[in-house]
């Protein structure tokens, strides 16, 4: 099949864009990838018109066991950076929330980008190719089910255990053991939380409505909507939050805008003969207060109700704890959290300090986003950094 400089596993985001980078250089690139089409997340990703970046990214947007070893890559290649591409290829975009960029049109023209770019600068694309064995006598020796292939350097970019119907497999993670690289702990995330008992029931016929929350854990917290599931909970608030979560309870202020005790206790002066389910309607979506009413076994006017009642149901308000226990798994998890240890790797090359000309990029690291187009800014951003050095 014959001889690179640079052979990349996997043509997702930052696979593309390290050979991008890496082609760019002169160098001879090899790009395979096992699935019959190249960029599957970035088809998919935000309903089809993907969140390519994030204007405030920062290194503190990321969940990792070393939280600034992001900063290096991100640093270096920016949104700014990915945007100057965009508008160089004439793609339309626009700003959602939060700073969160979006294609006007198709997700397929920031693919028709990323491969344009590998053509000019002389990338190989190689698909529909199954990797079988690794080795490095003295260099890369990559053999597949199409023959074997040699480099000088060996870029893992196969992403995480993700969304495995559309391809995701653990290579990355079993090269780099294989070549003595560490792994941390790999979950799912950016992930839907399960429930059962009493709770699920509560839930379940909540399913489908949503509000604004903030879902806190410790000292991480994030303020987006969330949503009822016949499973338990999800919207963006409890994804961004399952990142965090491995066991135990988290926290939930349903009414993140007011002090809930204040607010129900003013009420029982002002408006005596309301019915408790009318009043939490004011500021909650209707199935939910009258759920919450029902679940009080109480009678329902407020002027009725005592006042350690409603101080009682202004924590459930403001500070609703329970325990979820587990997730949906790596099926409906955005992404992957955990990977090859980033001690084991240069914060600015990401080479495996151990392995001369072995990096590591993309998912496949232990360097976990925040939901919002940061985990594509991360690929753009550490597929750039290798390939300036590969």
């Given at each position: 099949?014959?001889?690179?400089?640079?052979?990349?596993?996997?043509?997702?985001?930052?696979?593309?864009?390290?050979?991008?980078?890496?082609?760019?250089r002169?160098?001879?690139?090899?790009?395979?990838?096992?699935?019959?089409?190249?960029?599957?997340?970035i088809?998919i990703?935000?309903?089809?018109?993907?969140?390519?970046?994030?204007?405030?990214?920062?290194?503190?947007?990321?969940?990792?066991?070393?939280?600034?070893?992001?900063?290096?890559?991100?640093?270096?290649y920016?949104?700014?950076?990915?945007?100057?591409?965009?508008?160089?290829?004439?793609?339309?975009?626009?700003?959602?929330?939060?700073g969160?960029?979006?294609?006007d049109?198709?997700?397929?023209?920031?693919?028709?980008?990323?491969?344009?770019?590998?053509?000019?600068?002389?990338?190989?694309?190689?698909?529909?190719?199954?990797?079988?064995?690794?080795?490095?006598?003295?260099?890369?020796?990559?053999?597949?089910?199409?023959?074997?292939?040699?480099?000088?350097?060996?870029v893992?970019?196969?992403?995480?255990?993700?969304?495995p119907?559309?391809?995701?497999?653990?290579?990355?993670?079993?090269?780099?053991?294989?070549?003595?690289?560490r792994?941390?702990?790999?979950?799912?995330?950016?992930?839907?939380?399960?429930?059962?008992?009493?709770?699920?029931?509560?839930?379940?016929?909540?399913?489908?409505?949503?509000?604004?929350?903030?879902?806190?854990?410790?000292?991480?917290?994030?303020?987006?909507?969330?949503?009822f599931?016949?499973?338990?909970?999800?919207?963006?608030?409890?994804?961004?939050?399952?990142?965090r979560?491995?066991?135990?309870?988290?926290?939930?202020n349903?009414?993140?805008?007011?002090?809930?005790?204040?607010?129900?206790?003013?009420?029982?002066?002002?408006?005596?003969?309301?019915?408790?389910?009318?009043?939490?309607?004011?500021?909650?979506?209707?199935?939910?207060?009258?759920?919450?009413?029902?679940?009080?076994?109480?009678p329902?006017?407020?002027?009725?109700?005592?006042?350690?009642?409603?101080?009682s149901?202004?924590?459930?308000?403001?500070?609703w704890?329970?325990?979820?226990?587990g997730?949906?798994?790596?099926?409906?998890?955005?992404?992957?959290?955990?990977?090859?240890?980033?001690?084991?790797?240069?914060?600015?090359?990401?080479?495996?300090?151990?392995?001369?000309?072995?990096?590591?990029?993309?998912?496949?690291?232990?360097?976990?986003?925040?939901?919002g187009?940061?985990?594509?800014?991360?690929?753009?951003?550490?597929?750039?950094?290798?390939?300036?050095?590969?």
């Amino acid at each position: 099949m014959g001889d690179y400089d640079v052979v990349i596993l996997g043509a997702g985001a930052a696979g593309l864009m390290c050979a991008i980078s890496a082609g760019q250089r002169g160098r001879r690139v090899l790009l395979i990838d096992h699935n019959s089409e190249p960029g599957a997340k970035i088809l998919i990703s935000g309903g089809g018109r993907c969140n390519f970046t994030n204007l405030g990214t920062t290194h503190a947007n990321f969940f990792s066991d070393n939280p600034n070893f992001g900063r290096s890559a991100l640093g270096r290649y920016t949104p700014a950076d990915f945007i100057a591409l965009i508008r160089k290829h004439a793609i339309a975009f626009h700003e959602k929330t939060l700073g969160q960029l979006f294609c006007d049109g198709s997700a397929r023209a920031i693919l028709a980008m990323l491969l344009d770019e590998c053509a000019a600068a002389g990338v190989t694309l190689q698909l529909s190719t199954r990797i079988t064995a690794v080795s490095k006598p003295d260099r890369f020796a990559i053999t597949t089910d199409r023959g074997q292939v040699t480099a000088d350097s060996l870029v893992l970019a196969t992403g995480g255990l993700s969304i495995p119907k559309m391809g995701a497999t653990g290579l990355s993670h079993e090269l780099a053991r294989q070549f003595g690289l560490r792994l941390t702990e790999i979950a799912p995330a950016l992930v839907p939380l399960t429930f059962e008992g009493e709770t699920l029931e509560m839930m379940r016929p909540l399913a489908g409505v949503a509000l604004p929350c903030e879902a806190r854990l410790g000292r991480t917290s994030f303020r987006e909507a969330m949503l009822f599931t016949h499973r338990g909970l999800s919207g963006p608030a409890i994804l961004q939050i399952s990142t965090r979560w491995r066991a135990g309870p988290l926290s939930l202020n349903l009414l993140p805008d007011d002090n809930a005790e204040a607010w129900l206790l003013d009420r029982k002066s002002t408006r005596p003969r309301a019915e408790l389910a009318t009043i939490l309607a004011e500021k909650l979506p209707q199935r939910l207060a009258q759920s919450l009413a029902q679940s009080l076994a109480v009678p329902g006017r407020i002027a009725d109700l005592p006042d350690r009642t409603l101080r009682s149901l202004a924590t459930r308000l403001n500070a609703w704890s329970l325990t979820p226990t587990g997730t949906e798994g790596f099926a409906k998890a955005e992404v992957t959290r955990g990977g090859i240890d980033t001690r084991d790797l240069s914060s600015r090359t990401m080479m495996a300090n151990a392995v001369p000309g072995l990096f590591a990029i993309g998912e496949a690291v232990d360097v976990t986003g925040w939901l919002g187009g940061y985990n594509f800014q991360w690929a753009w951003a550490s597929g750039w950094a290798a390939g300036q050095e590969a």
